[in-house]
């Protein structure tokens, strides 16, 4: 049996109610996800940053050992030059080698200046790498206490969110794709989510506009979906309080 435009409309507004439940789960979850989205992109910066600072250490340590191979060959150098002054003929021939002597002996203080500041390089770069697993750690142990909370909130609301998607579910196949897809368009382009609404006391029931009499004696023959001419909301029906009924 084909779908009436007047069963569409019940289907609408049974879906409307549906999302709007759906809706207030979500709420309740507040800015949790949001959260534990952060907190999971902080880590992963975190992590980079230890990474980084880890390498830069291992960097340092290949200079610390090339500068203290550097003076091993200095001192070596010394040394034999210690050694060929030993056998020198003359004064000149001992000036010339002191002079070389002097010279291996000042580019072994030099480099173990080098040695010194790559040594306090080293320790700085290890505390900042401390200081990074610290905030590792913190932000875990936070990840972690939201990641908690939130799968309590969403326990708690578990079997509620099933049964509402299973009634989504059921409502739904009563709006063609068509219809379904300019609910969805029009929920997400409205500040309060409300797509489908009723006329309330001559007033579209999203946006409170004025809708005229003629419009609203289409809209309760159900013939054709109708929209609010100010707000594009879906108008599924009028309204009559009790009194009037
Ligand atoms: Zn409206």
Same mark, same amino acid.
């Given at each position: 049996?084909?779908?009436?435009? *007047? +069963?569409?409309?019940?289907?609408?507004?049974?879906?409307?109610?549906?999302?709007?439940?759906?809706?207030?789960?979500?709420q309740?979850?507040?800015?949790?996800?949001?959260e534990?989205?952060?907190?999971?992109?902080?880590?992963?910066s975190?992590?980079? &940053? =230890? !990474?980084?600072?880890?390498?830069?250490?291992?960097?340092?340590?290949?200079?610390?050992?090339?500068?203290?191979?550097?003076?091993?060959?200095?001192?070596?150098?010394?040394?034999?030059?210690e050694?060929?002054?030993?056998?020198?003929?003359?004064n000149?021939?001992?000036?010339?080698? $002191? +002079?070389?002597?002097?010279?291996?002996?000042l580019?072994?203080?030099? $480099?173990?200046? +080098?040695? @010194?500041?790559?040594?306090? &390089?080293?320790?700085?770069?290890?505390?900042?790498? *401390? !200081?990074? @697993?610290? =905030?590792?750690?913190?932000? #875990?142990?936070?990840?972690?206490?939201? #990641?908690?909370?939130?799968?309590?909130?969403?326990?708690?609301?578990?079997?509620?969110?099933? &049964?509402?998607? *299973?009634?989504?579910?059921?409502?739904?196949?009563?709006?063609?794709?068509?219809?379904?897809? =300019?609910?969805?368009?029009?929920? @997400?382009n409205?500040r309060?989510?409300?797509?489908?609404?009723?006329? @309330?006391?001559? =007033?579209?029931?999203?946006?409170?506009?004025?809708?005229?009499? !003629? +419009?609203?004696?289409?809209?309760?023959?159900?013939?054709n979906?109708?929209?609010?001419?100010?707000?594009g909301?879906?108008?599924?029906?009028?309204?009559?309080?009790l *009194?009037?009924?």
């Amino acid at each position: 049996m084909e779908n009436t435009i *007047e +069963k569409k409309l019940d289907a609408l507004l049974g879906l409307q109610a549906i999302d709007c439940e759906l809706d207030e789960i979500v709420q309740a979850r507040g800015v949790l996800p949001d959260e534990v989205l952060d907190l999971k992109n902080e880590l992963i910066s975190l992590q980079t &940053r =230890s !990474q980084a600072i880890q390498e830069e250490i291992t960097h340092t340590e290949q200079e610390l050992a090339s500068h203290r191979v550097n003076i091993k060959d200095l001192e070596a150098t010394v040394e034999k030059y210690e050694e060929q002054q030993m056998e020198v003929r003359n004064n000149r021939e001992y000036d010339a080698i $002191t +002079k070389e002597i002097d010279l291996q002996k000042l580019e072994i203080q030099l $480099t173990e200046k +080098k040695v @010194k500041s790559t040594h306090e &390089r080293i320790a700085s770069q290890k505390t900042a790498l *401390e !200081q990074c @697993k610290v =905030s590792i750690d913190n932000q #875990q142990q936070a990840l972690a206490d939201k #990641q908690k909370a939130l799968q309590v909130l969403v326990g708690e609301s578990k079997g509620e969110e099933q &049964r509402l998607h *299973e009634q989504r579910r059921e409502v739904t196949q009563c709006i063609d794709a068509q219809l379904l897809a =300019s609910y969805e368009r029009i929920r @997400k382009n409205v500040r309060n989510k409300l797509a489908v609404v009723v006329v @309330k006391r001559d =007033s579209c029931g999203g946006c409170f506009n004025q809708v005229p009499p !003629q +419009k609203q004696a289409d809209i309760k023959e159900k013939k054709n979906i109708i929209v609010c001419e100010h707000c594009g909301r879906i108008l599924a029906d009028v309204f009559v309080p009790l *009194e009037e009924a």
